[in-house]
């Protein structure tokens, strides 16, 4: 967002015109997901509400908020996880390339084969390395010879920064690799069905700084292909890893909401928001 | 990378093959689990329909109050009330057994005994409801009796209700230790950790705490129990005779409602005549009191799940 | 009063009953332990008695003759192969049923209502005494459907007998295999069939087996209901078809147990030896299979 959008902004919410300032907010050139008000409740309780934010194409989007504030129940909503949660109900839009991905026509199934998923904790099937990475092809349908699985294989092994480690031991089982390892072998298979968004929910809480560094490295690395939405509760890591911060909060009934979005180095040198610069400096949350 | 255009995201041949599959496979699959469903709404009609018949020439109130049973003699009477008693006195005797040894043993496995030790017991209890009940009765008629019961009671008759009672007990006993000791095991560490505390000695902590803690648990377990004795068939028609009568001495041989049944099936009751269609008639009894126990046992267990 | 306590000077009937207290702390594990000692005693001299009775029987005749009049030339032939068919088709029948079904509850239905009222049948189910299922198989099986007393009619009465016993060990096994393993799976963009086909099923399949084994183990020594099915029945000849009239091994035994000759006791405990050696090894198997299946799950 420019200096002019900005002020533009700041006017127009000291007037009284949320709305459009809502709306300028999220205005982005190239957005590949736009969401639309979007509330999830589980049952009665509601867990975020009037959620708007635009997810840039190709670039890193940093999603962070103290516990609790509902940010993995937003990530989940960008390719239909919550439908697996019993009692999950969605209201509002989320856009994938200007269709609402909740709409009757489309299939969850082909969605997630678009916007690939990496969860907090490693969790590899199990079965060998290769075919970790090649199940997504495989069950997609895709019929691909031998040589062309391998070299996908390898490619989803490679952009994952894992190749060279497990190249002479494809076959092994997955579960021979170390923890951060598993973790980008949960990367590679991501990648393997060549998605257009790979989201990750805290990906790196449970490795430590050396593998956490790597999955930051590849993931920098990758951006140029991808559009990368990345849930994180270290503010460390976004600072380093996003181009783009969103910053959610619970409200007083404890219900989630996005507080702030922006180029990360403004989020962070210049929030608008008195919580933001609170969380910020670790006064809260 | 391959570029892919958004309504690629609606229908796609392969997508829409897996899609079929998967909607095949759970419609099969919801098929199969209407199964078990079925077989109730049949064992519900076919038990009412011939019990109806049973009915049309029978008396309800003669079967549910008449004191004599002779439905396999010339001189047919109908009155289901000794069935009935040698089937709650069978019962009785089997729960009063199984109740404080299955109780004990649960206490054991639960709360004394080390891992090593609990590993072997509970499937050595355990083995004791897979032995199939006709050997039961062979060990009830041609050891129980003879060789230990007659030792205590000598006027003992050689089918009794005690050793059918006993072995039973035996049979039941698992189910009593085993839900017994899942429900003491449920009880949460704080609240022994909080008698401890008051210096309470272990036996004080498991005898006081833990056992009301999971006495509906318990109770449960004695309940479902008490229903498996119900129907048992085999060790009553082996080891406690044919005989439908309504007494009160366990030393007797007495016929239960299973046992009846079994009776007849030995025997050749052509479809359509009364005595098959008796078979109807006190199988849906049993089944309604079976029923309505295991009803209240299992709403017992669900209060017990709830609280921990 | 503090001081006088801790010399040891201090009430005497404190005293007293702290050494009340001592001894019943030694003495209730003992008590308990009696109730384990009770239920192994039953189980040892059970099984002390029909193999000192029987043990002397036992010859490769008792599984290859037929039931005869004569104790000395009697064998159980129809018995051992009526039993192979029915329970093994029984087996066969509910098996992939109960699977299916748990897969369903499990994997499909989540907590709609509807869910909630098949698992309550399968409850009820569980608890209807093996002979009304013998009644109900006799009304409706064998005259209603016409199947008369054959092979078939008793597999469809066990299979469905057994059924709830299966079912909720398959439940349990959906239950072990961990939802990241799913998660993982549906965010790859699969369906749920192709979930439970390359990942769930899988790892869920050495329990559902061991559950499997175990439910036609009690099948195998299931008399009650066959016995109201079939009747007691004189078999000499082998069956020939699923709508032979048949026996079972445990209803052989209690015809042999309903003799009042001491040549009969003998041959129904060596007949309950082979039963038992019978049921020994199947539940041995499921905990063979199991140990092997998890084995190779850890090690990949």
Redo the contacts between chains.
């Keep these: 967002m420019n200096e002019d959008t900005a002020m533009n902004t700041l006017e127009m919410v000291t007037s009284g015109r949320v709305e459009e300032a809502v709306e300028q907010r999220t205005a982005f050139d190239d957005a590949i997901i736009q969401v639309r008000g979007l509330s999830v409740r589980y049952n009665a309780r509601y867990a975020i509400k009037d959620i708007s934010i635009d997810f840039g194409r190709n670039q890193i989007t940093a999603i962070i908020g103290p516990s609790g504030c509902g940010k993995s129940t937003l990530l989940r909503s960008l390719n239909r996880m919550n439908d697996l949660v019993p009692g999950a109900v969605v209201e509002g839009k989320v856009l994938y390339r200007g269709i609402d991905v909740y709409s009757k026509e489309v299939d969850p199934v082909a969605l997630r084969s678009r916007i690939g998923m990496v969860f907090q904790r490693p969790n590899p099937f199990p079965m060998s390395i290769f075919d970790n990475v090649a199940f997504g092809l495989r069950v997609n349908g895709i019929k691909l010879s031998k040589d062309e699985l391998y070299r996908k294989v390898k490619e989803a092994l490679e952009k994952a920064a894992l190749w060279e480690e497990v190249k002479d031991r494809l076959d092994a089982h997955a579960y021979s690799l170390s923890g951060g390892q598993q973790q980008r072998l949960c990367i590679a298979r991501a990648l393997a069905v060549e998605p257009e968004v790979l989201l990750l929910d805290e990906p790196t809480v449970s490795l430590d700084p050396i593998s956490t560094a790597k999955i930051e490295e590849l993931l920098i690395s990758i951006k140029k292909d991808y559009t990368i939405i990345i849930v994180t509760h270290n503010m460390l890591q976004a600072a380093r890893v996003s181009d783009y911060t969103a910053v959610m909060m619970p409200d007083e009934n404890l219900v989630g909401r996005l507080i702030e979005f922006g180029p990360t180095k403004e989020v962070f040198t210049r929030p608008r928001d008195r919580r933001t610069e609170a969380y910020i400096a670790g006064r809260i949350g | ?2 570029e ?1 255009s ?1 309504t ?3 229908a ?1 041949k ?2 829409y ?3 079929l ?2 909607r095949i ?2 419609s ?3 098929f ?6 079925a ?2 709404v ?2 519900f009609f ?2 009412t ?2 019990s109806m018949s049973f009915f049309t020439n029978v008396s309800v109130i003669e079967f549910l109050t008449g004191t004599k049973w002779t439905v396999l003699f010339a001189d047919k009477h109908f009155g289901i009330l000794p069935l009935l008693n040698a089937t709650l006195i069978t019962s009785a005797i089997a729960v009063a057994f199984a109740t ?10 639960s ?2 005994a080390g891992k090593r030790a609990r590993n072997l ?1 509970k499937p ?2 355990e ?2 409801s ?10 009830a ?3 129980v009796t003879p060789q230990v019961l007659r030792g205590l009671i000598p006027d003992l008759g050689i089918h009794n209700a005690l050793a059918v009672g006993l072995m039973i007990g ?1 049979l039941i ?1 698992p189910i009593v ?1 085993s839900l017994s000791d899942d429900a003491m095991r449920s009880v949460p560490e704080d609240l022994r950790l909080a008698a401890y505390s008051l210096g309470a ?4 902590v ?2 006081r705490v833990i056992v009301p803690a999971a006495l509906s648990g318990i109770v449960a377990s004695v309940i479902l129990a008490f ?1 498996r004795a ?5 060790i009553a ?2 080891a406690g005779g044919f005989r439908p009568i309504l007494s009160f001495d366990v030393r007797e041989a007495m016929q239960t409602m ?1 046992s009846y ?2 009776q007849v ?2 025997g ?1 009751a052509p ?1 359509g005549t009364i005595e098959y269609q008796s ?2 008639a006190v ?1 849906l009894f ?2 309604l009191i ?2 309505a126990l ?1 009803f209240i046992g ?1 709403r017992v267990v669900r209060r017990w799940e709830i609280r921990y | 009063m503090g001081d006088q306590v801790l010399k040891g000077e201090g009430d005497v009937s404190l005293k007293r009953a702290a050494t009340r207290r001592k001894v019943l702390d030694g003495l209730v594990p003992v008590i308990a332990s009696i109730g384990v000692f009770v239920a192994i005693a039953f189980l040892v001299s059970l099984l002390l008695y029909v193999v000192v009775t029987g043990a002397g029987r036992l010859t490769p005749t008792l599984i290859t003759d037929y039931p005869s009049a004569n104790p000395r030339e009697a064998g159980m032939r129809s018995a051992t192969l009526g039993s192979v068919f029915t329970v093994g088709l029984a087996g066969l029948i509910c098996i992939p049923l109960s699977i299916a079904t748990a897969v369903y509850l499990n994997e499909y239905a989540g907590n709609k209502w509807w869910s909630q009222v098949l698992r309550y049948n399968i409850a009820n189910l569980a608890g209807v005494p093996s002979i009304v299922f013998g009644v109900v198989g006799l009304g409706f099986l064998v005259y209603g459907l016409g199947l008369g007393r054959s092979i078939i009619a008793g597999a469809f009465t066990l299979a469905i007998l057994t059924l709830p016993y299966v079912t909720v060990v398959c439940v349990e096994a959906l239950r072990a295999v961990p939802d990241d393993q799913r998660l993982g799976a549906y965010a790859l963009g699969a369906t749920t069939f192709e979930v439970v086909r390359y990942i769930v099923l899988p790892r869920a399949m050495p329990m559902m087996l061991t559950g499997g084994i175990l439910g036609i183990s009690r099948a195998l020594g299931e008399a009650a209901p066959i016995l109201v099915i079939s009747g007691l029945l004189f078999i000499r000849e082998d069956p020939t078809s699923l709508l032979s009239e048949f026996t079972v091994i445990p209803l052989q035994l209690y015809s042999w147990i309903s003799r009042p000759q001491v040549a009969f006791q003998q041959l129904a405990a060596a007949g309950i030896i082979v039963l038992l050696a019978i049921l020994l090894a199947l539940n041995s198997l499921a905990i063979y299979l199991r140990q092997r299946f998890y084995r190779r799950l850890e090690a990949g």
């Excluded at chain 2, 000695?201 to 004080?204: E, F, G, L, P």
């Excluded at chain 2, 119900?230 to 085999?234: A, I």
């Design positions: 990378m391959t892919r958004s690629a995201l609606l796609s392969s997508i093959r897996r899609r599959i998967n496979v759970q099969a699959f919801l199969a689990s209407l199964v078990s469903t077989a109730l049949v064992i076919t038990l329909a011939e404080p040894v299955g109780l004990a043993a649960a206490i054991y496995m709360e004394y017991i050595v209890v083995t004791l897979g032995i199939p009940t006709v050997v039961y009765g062979y060990f008629l041609y050891f035996v006993l230790a000695r272990k036996y004080q498991v005898l229903a119900m129907g048992e068939t085999m028609a082996i299973p049944i079994a099936a030995t050749d479809h078979l109807f199988g049993l089944l079976t029923a295991n299992i």
